[in-house]
């Protein structure tokens, strides 16, 4: 002991001494001193000290000791075992078992040393070996007629780890005769199992091994090993009956719920058992908390396609089995399991568990699972709002446009919504053209469209996008055509104003232009006051008509609404084409709706002071001068003609008046202003507001 710790605490100079006298000095009571084991220690503190070669010639060492000396291969062995060593130890159990010890001995040695080849993973190496011993000690525990128990036991376990069944299943044979013999307990409790595994391991013994189960059972053996034999059993050989019944009678009479549940599951999988076998298999899973049992049990009977013949049957199972998939987290499968559940319930029940169904894998973001249900219940309904308007949004999650596409087909017809109908006809024209590139087919949708509702906007704007697009003019003319007829059935002004401007660029654009602004004309009708697009279109027409009439009362209608700078070009432009075609009066009318309009222009008022001048009116040239001199009154020569003007017409207390008003914004030069509007001094007056002499 004092040799041990001292090794253990490091002290291994002190330790090795230690050892070193224990091979020279004669142990007590005449007890010689195991030389084999203080070599192996020494070996240990060569080690330790990172002599390796030294080590092993201690070790050596060791086992020369051993071979000497039954006594010291005993103590070698036990060391090495004491040391966790199998590899060492295998080798002295190889020492001690040829020192020749008693035959149950050598069986006991030969079992370790075969264990330890299967822990080390040389048992195939050195199978022969083992095999030789182990018929030697077959042959002389017979030949001994050996009663010891312990000695066949582990002799039996010798041949079944080397897989000889047939040596195996002998020795077991001739246990358990001597056992039945014999008052004395067996060295191994359950050797009748391991007799009747053997048994059921040959199918001319198989019925043979049953018995034995059930002796083994009369005898308190317990029932799981019954058990684990018997599906060994049926593993080994599928192609023999199943004596589920028997398990099932010994499963009861143990009152082993497990055990039971195994050999009903038997049953289901023989096509022997009922629906009622397969709920007592998933009670008995509720009280072992098995939900594994469950699960399998319903797995199998699902398998079963007898149990589909009653629809409350086929429905429960799929929903049982539903439920511990989902307690299981594995929700992809309940539900595929409740959605076939539903082909066995009534219509109520089956469209309530699937909408239950779909919200649920929506929910989850499972659309495609969520789509499968929805689309089995809108075959049922297709116009129920309630299941169609979340099958849609899902397909539009999903980006399945066809289906898209075909859905939109089969519900918009039965909608009694016009808008929803019409936006869902518009929502299938735009997936048909921005998805699936199908321009006619998306086309004759929106021809559909607009047919029914002439007046959405919408659609006609994305209609005549695509027949532009198309270049269909001709059928692009008669949608306009129509949507100014269904505009003037309304009353709308504005879409007949519109319309008739797109329809006439149209119409121009074919080589039509008679009927672009006959077009254009007929919807002037509907709007007072003309829109201005519209007129400055008719007017465009009439002038590439060359028809100066048209265009001179467009023109005329257009200045009417027109203002600010737009204004005078458009007048004179209209005196233009009224001087051109004679009307001298409807050219002035033009000039003075413009001046009216705009009286800062220059030029309007300088084209009717002279139509005035030439006519000698000095009384209109002065007040075109007057008003034009309101709008511009910083214009100083403009203010000297109408001086002159009102001079002219001796009418000096209105030049004054004038020069009046422009002191209200010039007041520093308002002296002199005064001194110089004197009759025959307003000229000069001005001259001098203008810094000359």
Sequence with gaps: MVRRTAFEEGDLGRSERMYRALLLVEGRDGARTSRAEALLSLGDIAERRGDAVRAEEFVESAFEAAQESADEAVMLERALRARGRPELLARAIGISMGHGPSAPEATRSLLHLCELYAELGKLDDNRDEIARRAAAAHQELERLESVDDGAWAALGRVYELLGDAAAEAAVLERRVQSVLHSSRPPADPDLLLRLARARLSDPATFEEGLGLLERALDAGVSSPRIKELVELAFTAHAELPRPARLLERVARAAGDDALLAQALLERIELGEAAIEDVRAVVEIAARLDDAALARRVLERALEDGRFDAVPADAAWLRRELAQRMRAAGDRARARALEEAAVDYLDADAARALLVELSREAEGEGDFESAVRVLEKLHREGPADPGIFRPLLALQRKLGNAERLVELIEQIAPALEDATERLNLRLEQAEVLLSELRRTDEAILVLRDVVREAPGHAAAVARLAELLEREGRKDELIELFEIQMDAAKDRGDAAAIAAHAERLAEL???????????????????????????????????????????????????????????????????????????????????????????????????????????????????????????????????????????????????????AIDRLLERREADAAVLRRRAQPGGAAAAVRARRGHP
């Design 507 to 657: 119409l121009e654009q074919r080589g039509r232009p008679e009927a672009a602004m006959d077009a254009c004309r007929a919807a002037l009708e509907w709007q007072p006051p003309a829109p201005r697009p519209l007129l400055g279109l008719l007017a465009r027409l009439s002038e590439a008509a060359g028809d100066q009439g048209a265009l001179a009362e467009a023109l005329e209608a257009l200045l009417a609404i027109e203002e600010g700078d737009a204004v005078p070009p458009l007048a004179r432009r209209l005196a233009k084409v009224r001087d051109q075609a004679g009307d001298t009066a409807g050219a002035e009318r033009a000039l003075e709706t413009g001046f009216v309009a705009c009286p800062s222009d220059p030029e309007l008022c300088e084209l009717l002071v002279r139509r005035y001048e030439e006519r000698g009116e000095t009384e209109r040239v002065a007040g075109v001068l007057a008003r034009a001199l309101e709008a511009r009154p910083d214009d100083l020569a403009l203010l000297e003609r109408v001086i002159d003007a009102e001079r002219a017409m001796g009418r000096p207390e209105r030049a004054l008046s």
